[in-house]
């Protein structure tokens, strides 16, 4: 599952891409110095595996990971092939999320594409060139199921219908994530055609090192014009994480932190927002060799969790034996939480919880 870190040229993302990954993807003051995309596997920062770790004592830690992707910066045009229009829209199109960054600071050394710092204008122009890009899309599914819908058929009938709600949508300036259509038809008509615009998203408001706690009247702007999106907003001052980055120590890092009055870099409230918004959870296996995270998708059951780790787990999958993180944390052990009888025995319908902690009987 991958996030795609989007914007303007200029905006921060190479330099966001790097704080994340700590990759070093070019970072200079001008257009297009991201040509290829980055792709950095990002650790998510999880409290509960540290907890874990300080009881357990285990050889190793293994955190979760979310893949992060940096794109080149789009400009006006894109759509049509302007800049690295066609390229950007490629890579863009492969991502399970978009995580759209906004310059919300004001600085005169930095130049801004279009001259001035504006970011509902920014937002705006990407979501044009996106939304063109899924009304071509649109327009060509639409042709074929005419066709089939002069016919008589039904279901073509059914489908045109909500293909034309989606065009006179996009025609209308709104992304397809924030049209009207029943969930239903959504997922039988829309998501198989992977619009860009019908992605999750989540809008990273750039600021300076100032409006790093509370953000700022930029910030407050984006709020308000994403207000009927169902998407999420975070601010982080990206010149300042990179910053932090460089130190040492993680002392260190934590002083230049408590100086700004923030208790964890911005950073990595964006990679859990991105895990989340992946619609991804965690569970846990905690042993002396290993205390590990695992990636599952929201809703997974207990079989399916098992086969994260092998795919024989999940064709042999006799049963699970499930304690949750708060009863682990309590009784302090796997042993102490027996005792107490607060261990249960899942089967194959049961749904996994985040921060479950786990081990999977099989037989193959």
Request: proline share 3%; hydrophobic share 40%.
């Amino acid at each position: 599952m991958k996030a795609g870190i989007v914007g303007l040229p200029n905006v921060g993302k190479s330099t966001l891409f790097n704080c994340l990954s700590n990759a070093k993807a070019q970072s200079a003051n001008f257009p297009f110095c991201t040509i290829e995309p980055n792709i950095g596997v990002v650790n998510v920062p999880d409290q509960r595996l540290e907890k874990l770790e300080e009881l357990v004592h285990p050889e190793r830690v293994v955190p979760a990971t979310v893949e992060i992707v940096d794109i080149a910066g789009l400009v006006k045009g894109a759509s049509k092939g302007e800049g690295l229009g066609n390229q950007f829209l490629g890579n863009i199109r492969e991502t399970d999320a978009i995580l759209h960054v906004l310059r919300c600071f004001d600085n005169d050394n930095i130049v801004h594409v279009d001259g001035s710092v504006n970011p509902i204008r920014d937002k705006e122009t990407i979501d044009m060139e996106l939304q063109l890009k899924d009304l071509e899309s649109v327009d060509k599914k639409l042709e074929k199921v005419k066709r089939a819908a002069k016919t008589g058929n039904k279901e073509a009938q059914k489908e045109e219908a909500v293909l034309n709600a989606i065009k006179q949508g996009l025609e209308a300036g709104t992304s397809v994530r924030a049209i009207q259509i029943s969930e239903e038809d959504r997922a039988e008509y829309v998501r198989p055609m992977q619009l860009i615009t019908d992605k999750p998203v989540m809008y990273v408001c750039n600021v300076d090192e100032g409006s790093a706690v509370d953000g700022n009247a930029y910030v407050e702007k984006v709020k308000e014009a994403v207000a009927n999106e169902n998407a999420e907003v975070i601010f982080l001052a990206v010149g300042t994480e990179a910053d932090i980055t460089e130190l040492e120590t993680y002392e260190e890092r934590q002083m230049f932190l408590e100086d700004l009055g923030l208790t964890e870099p911005g950073s990595a409230k964006l990679i859990r927002g991105a895990y989340k918004l992946l619609d991804l959870e965690t569970y846990f296996t905690a042993g002396v060799k290993e205390v590990r995270a695992w990636t599952i998708p929201v809703g997974a059951t207990a079989p399916q969790a098992a086969g994260v780790i092998h795919t024989d787990f999940e064709k042999g999958f006799i049963r699970a034996e499930v304690i949750s993180y708060d009863d682990y944390i309590k009784y302090g052990s796997e042993s102490k939480v027996k005792e107490a009888g607060r261990m249960r025995v899942e089967g194959k319908e049961y749904i996994v919880k985040d921060g479950d902690i786990m081990h999977f009987r099989f037989n193959v």
